[in-house]
């Protein structure tokens, strides 16, 4: 699990309530259930009203992987395509599918079977492209919907800000009552902001961000099981492999790697 998201949120509300009683002010003013309803309701709502029903399931069920979701493992992944690497060129391509059938990845155990199966390296990159393609296009459908929100919300507070004055307004005549009307209309605008920049826009690129690191993960290893069916050696594997990924990615796995021995007669 990788918390990143929930910290930060929690960071932002926490200042954000800071600085309140910093100031003097109690946490409670901004607590007004009409304006908040207002703003969260109707952000939601014009959310799904740019997409579809299907939309919002698949954008609802986004939300715990948004704050609770792994971080791909490409080390991993590149340690297990090199082990598997000496495997084909020890005991061929049908040992793999043992391999496959224990393997938890759905796209990985897909291109081992097929690895397996000896589907040519054409029709087994245009397989594992699709699949990538196809998985971007679902990954964008939860992250648009979130930034959609974050884009909505400022002026859907701003709306509930002006609805308010007109009712303020309108109550000239109670001048007692006017000072808290008004800062009560204020809480629309301040909860469409804060919303926005510390919920919804969070939220989608945090989305985001998972889907890139998920499809660096599924290009390693279409290019680790291609380079497999052309029988590549385990260590210029590795290497090609780990050409691909930041190394900050690949340090991430047991710290950084270890340095190599100094040539005997020179100083380490």
């Not at 680790?224 to 590795?238: D, N, T, V, W």
């Amino acid at each position: 699990m990788d918390p990143a998201t929930i910290i930060g949120i929690i960071i932002a509300f926490a200042a954000m309530f800071a600085m309140l009683i910093m100031e003097g002010a109690s946490p409670f003013s901004i607590l007004l259930p009409a304006p908040m309803i207002f703003v969260f309701g109707a952000t939601i709502a014009v959310a799904v009203a740019s997409g579809t029903i299907k939309d919002l399931g698949v954008c609802i069920r986004g939300i715990p992987k948004a704050l609770l979701g792994k971080k791909p493992k490409v080390a991993e992944r590149i340690d297990k395509l090199v082990e598997l690497a000496g495997v084909a060129r020890a005991e061929g391509f049908l040992a793999l599918e043992s391999h496959a059938q224990g393997e938890e990845d759905p796209y990985f155990a897909a291109g081992l079977q097929s690895l397996a199966d000896g589907v040519d390296g054409e029709a087994l990159r245009q397989q594992l492209e699709d699949d990538i393609d196809t998985k971007a296009a679902a990954d964008r459908v939860p992250a648009k919907f979130y930034t959609t929100m974050g884009a909505y919300a400022p002026t859907i507070g701003v709306i509930g800000t002006v609805v308010a004055l007109t009712q303020a307004l309108e109550n000239l005549t109670e001048p007692e009552r006017l000072g808290s009307m008004i800062a009560a209309a204020f809480v629309a605008t301040l909860w469409g902001l804060v919303s926005s920049n510390l919920m919804w826009l969070p939220i989608g690129a945090r989305l985001g961000r998972l889907s890139e690191l998920e499809q660096q993960e599924m290009n390693v290893t279409m290019e680790g099981l291609l380079a497999i069916q052309e029988g590549s050696q385990p260590m210029l594997l590795q290497e090609r492999l780990s050409s691909m990924v930041p190394s900050s990615e690949l340090a991430s796995k047991g710290g950084e790697k270890a340095e190599e021995p100094a040539p005997e007669g020179e100083p380490a």
